[in-house]
């Protein structure tokens, strides 16, 4: 437990943030996870749909620092590489 007043507010921010990232991290897998079951069911047109709104949330989360650049990239990437295939 901190005992300077400056500790106790920077573990009283971290824990704020920490809530506040889990709940975007959690909207993401969210719609990763509806995206995937369209793929499978054949939406294709649903899952086109979801890519901006994937994209802007992805961006989003990016620019607040709670996905590196690279990560953010790199699930994009695979959205788009999902619909490529699923259009097979």
Do not use: W
């Amino acid at each position: 437990m901190p005992n300077l007043e400056n500790a106790k507010k920077a573990l009283r921010q971290s824990k704020k943030r920490y809530e506040k990232n889990k709940i975007m991290r959690a909207e993401i897998d969210s719609l990763r996870r509806r995206f995937r079951k369209f793929l499978e069911a054949g939406q294709q047109d649903e899952a086109k749909a979801m890519i901006p709104l994937m994209d802007k949330k992805i961006d989003k989360a990016t620019k607040n620092n709670i996905f590196k650049k690279n990560k953010a990239a790199r699930i994009k990437s695979r959205l788009q590489a999902a619909i490529v295939r699923s259009a097979k």
